[in-house]
Nanobody
Framework: QVQIVESGGGSVQAGGSLRLSCAAS????????MGWYRQAPGKQRELVAS???????SYGDSVKGRFTISRDNTKNIVYLQMNSLKPEDTAVYYC???????????????WGQGTQVTVSL
């Protein structure tokens, strides 16, 4: 019911910037939280940043002060502005949308296809 499409990945030198976009379609009004996760080869998937319906944001410790998550509700798009990129940021970045209801109970998790971010020295 919810479709997620990421874009904006690419290759950049250390210290550079990239802006990722996540476009949601379908039953977007039912989404509670959207966020960005990343997974590097041989590592666990980790939360990068998230944003709630009310606009509350949360960031992983490794990206605080460098990354900013934002949203455009009229366009159903979530952005991830990544500044001061480091080689350690190299990973596949996935956009996630969560639909959570307590009555009736419902939990749905939607993921995009992922977009590669490569940061070189």
């Amino acid at each position: 019911q919810v479709q997620i499409v990421e874009s904006g990945g690419g290759s950049v030198q250390a210290g550079g910037s990239l802006r990722l976009s996540c476009a949601a379609s379908g039953s977007t009004s039912s989404i509670n939280v959207m966020g960005w996760y990343r997974q590097a080869p041989g590592k666990q998937r980790e939360l990068v940043a998230s944003i709630t319906n009310g606009g509350s944001t949360s960031y992983g410790d490794s990206v605080k002060g460098r990354f900013t998550i934002s949203r455009d509700n009229t366009k159903n798009i979530v952005y991830l502005q990544m500044n001061s990129l480091k080689p350690e940021d190299t990973a596949v970045y996935y956009c996630n949308a969560k639909i959570i209801r307590i009555f009736p109970t419902q939990r749905n998790d939607y993921w995009g296809q992922g977009t590669q971010v490569t940061v070189s020295l």
